[in-house]
């Protein structure tokens, strides 16, 4: 079992930039792949960023290509979101998950773990 904690989340200026974290406790980290999702109002949850166990290989959706950072701690078993020049339709709940097997993966039923996720709300 992994249990694993978002935050970083709240209200930015479109432009502007946010960092979200997740710490991750329960099970060796560097174990597995983590993964960004988001899911805005009314909409399915869909992938944002992945990382593979390592750090050495990353993907992201094309909505956020050059935009937002995937990266991972090992040593302090945290993955972060780095989001420069924000959009409003950046506005959503992120979630972080895990993959066992170390993998990056774009496929959300991949995931086996979810945190509870933060609000980031980008301001027009």
């Known amino acids: 079992q992994v249990q694993l904690a978002e935050s970083g989340g709240g209200l930015v200026q479109a432009g502007g930039s946010l960092r979200l974290s997740c710490a991750a406790s329960g099970r060796t980290f560097s174990n597995y792949a983590m993964g960004w999702f988001r899911q805005a109002p009314g909409k399915e949850r869909e992938f944002v960023a992945t990382?593979?166990?390592?750090?050495?290989?990353?993907s992201y959706a094309d909505s956020v290509k050059g935009r937002f950072t995937i990266s991972r701690d090992n040593a302090k078993n945290t993955v972060y979101l780095q989001m420069n020049s924000v959009k409003p339709e950046d506005t959503a709940v992120y979630y972080c998950?895990?993959?066992?097997?170390?993998?990056?993966?774009?496929?959300?039923?991949?995931?086996?773990?979810w945190g509870q996720g933060t609000q980031v709300t980008v301001s027009s």
């Open positions: 998950a895990a993959v066992l097997g170390g993998t990056a993966t774009t496929k959300k039923n991949m995931y086996l773990y």
């Open positions: 990382i593979n166990w390592s750090g050495g290989i990353t």
